[in-house]
């Protein structure tokens, strides 16, 4: 009587069909992706969120290559080194200097490729010096982040900002004829504009994540955040810091919108804010008086 002879299939092998399987349903998860909404929650709209999208996919490129590398030469040494059920020796290596020194450089020279190239988007959105004045002395904002609020303060209409020195007098104290709002801020669209961000309590993040604007409120600072709203609408603005058991609830809109319309939201504002309610007399019966 023949004894059957039992089959076992090696161990390495099916190792390397699991790191096989592992990168095929990542790529796949990846390429779906979109198309369930697993992804930015809109296309940018805004220059420099088109940019900082740009940015990531260049950065989600490289990361995936090294991922498929690593694992393509994860599952060869599995499958070319794999136990067959042969007694030899096993091969032992100190290694190759030259190999370490390639692997080495390779990452740094990846990751020094990255913090250059992004350089100048940082530069053009994040340092003030490269904001235009007519950008820094019109159509600005003061948002002050609070547990669980944001704050909006505007100039009035008719004051002009014509130098650093105009707008941090302004920033320095309130004004009787400043205009305020909470958790709704207008701006206008199709242009560059500034706000000033502080924080009256905590860490906060005020984030616009269809204009791909984020920026953290940090206590003792005002920080200018320059952003732009290509199209007219209303955008959702969250923060992003966990401040607190009300953190989930500090939400606001921005509504950008034409700079006439913008100017006239303001105006109004000005106008109800300062209503005493007590209606205006006809010229002539003032006169009579």
Known sequence: MTTPVEYRVPKGRLWWLFFTAVPTVALGWTLMAPSYGWWFPTPALSPMGREIDGLFYMILTVVTIVFFGTNLALCYVLWKFQDRGQESKGWFTHGSHTLEVIWTIAPAGVLLFISLIQLDVWARYRMTKKFAPEVRYNQIAEVTARQFEWRIRYPHPSRVFKSDADVQNWLKERKPDDVYAVNDLHVPSGRDVVIYLRT????????????????????????????????????????????????????????????ADYQAHVQRLSDAQNDDGVPDEPAAETASR
């Open 200 to 259: 009256e309590d905590v860490l906060h993040s005020f984030y616009i994540p269809d204009l791909r604007v984020k920026q953290d409120a940090v206590p003792g600072f005002s920080i200018e955040v320059q952003f732009h709203a290509d199209k007219s609408g209303q955008y959702e603005l969250v923060c992003a810091e966990l401040c607190g058991w009300g953190h989930y609830k500090m939400k606001g809109r921005v509504t950008a919108e034409p700079l």
